[in-house]
Each structure stands twice: as structure tokens, then as C-alpha cells.
């Protein structure tokens, strides 16, 4: 075998181990949703299926995850966004008093959310200029905003 042959050989099968071996990391494993304790209540069956669509995986108890999210490194990203989804915003515990409800559809607005990262691989997160400022709107008129600014 020649020495480039040999070269990569050896690099394969050491990416190969090395993504092998991240398999044993435990973080992201659990899959499990916490119980749903209180939802929102959407303006209209529009704004419902919208948030569902292209909010609920990250800021809801109800993610549904793919089958990538068994396998490392992606499920650490995938855990990771969820968690952090879930402590900004979470549309499963509405009492929370710390949910970011003011910021909801402003991100929406900025183009912020949903992420590109995200849309890239759920098509029904995609959202069109008309779906997206129904999605505004629906935030707007169903979450409990602080109006006094």
C-alpha cells in the first residue's frame, strides 16, 4: 500500500473510532418530555398550527426529535437547543415566570426565529412572509405581553 494510501487508511479508521467512541457520551441521551403543565391559549387554530410548526420543538414539553438526535455530536446540538429554547421561552408552562413571553414576537419579526439551522431540515418550520406575520400576530394577540411600554 502506498504511504497517501496508508495515510488515509489510518485517518479513517481513526474518525471512525473517534465517532465511535463519542457514541458513549451520555449528554443528550434522554429523550424524554417533561409533562406538559399548562399550554397556551392560541387567538386562533392559524396561530396554533404555526407555533407548533416552527416553535414547539425547542420551546414547548412537546419536542418531537429525529432520529439524528441519537447520534453524537448531533444530538449534543440538538439537546442544547431545546434547553435553551426551553429556559427562554417555554409554551408547555405558561405560569413560568421567567418565560420571555415580550420577546416572543419580536425574534419572530427579526428573522431570529425560527433558525436557519433549524428550517434547513424541518420544512414546515419554513415560513412564508404571509405566514410569518400571522405567526406576529397570533404571539401577539395570544401570549400576555407587558402593553405599558
Not at 387554530?45 to 429525529?66: G, I, K, M, W
Not at 413571553?101 to 428573522?111: I, M, Q
Request: with cysteine; proline share 6%; charged share 30%.
Amino acid at each position: 500500500m502506498s504511504r497517501p494510501r496508508k495515510t488515509i487508511a489510518l485517518l479513517a479508521g481513526g474518525g471512525l473510532l473517534l465517532f465511535l467512541a463519542i457514541q458513549l457520551v451520555p449528554y443528550g441521551r434522554d429523550h424524554t418530555n417533561p409533562p406538559v403543565i399548562r399550554e397556551a391559549t392560541w387567538d386562533s387554530a392559524t396561530t396554533q398550527q404555526l407555533v407548533e410548526a416552527a416553535c414547539y420543538d425547542c420551546h414547548s414539553n412537546e419536542t418531537r426529535r429525529p432520529w439524528y438526535a441519537k447520534v453524537a455530536p448531533a444530538s449534543w446540538l440538538l439537546e442544547r437547543d431545546i434547553r435553551a429554547g426551553r429556559e427562554e421561552l417555554n409554551l408547555s408552562e405558561m405560569d413560568r415566570e421567567d418565560n420571555e413571553f415580550d420577546k416572543a414576537a419580536e425574534t419572530v419579526a427579526d428573522g431570529e426565529m425560527p433558525p436557519r439551522r433549524y428550517t434547513l431540515m424541518h420544512e414546515d418550520a419554513r415560513l412564508s412572509d404571509s405566514e410569518r406575520d400571522a405567526l406576529i400576530r397570533g404571539l401577539q394577540q395570544s401570549l400576555p405581553i407587558d402593553r405599558e411600554d
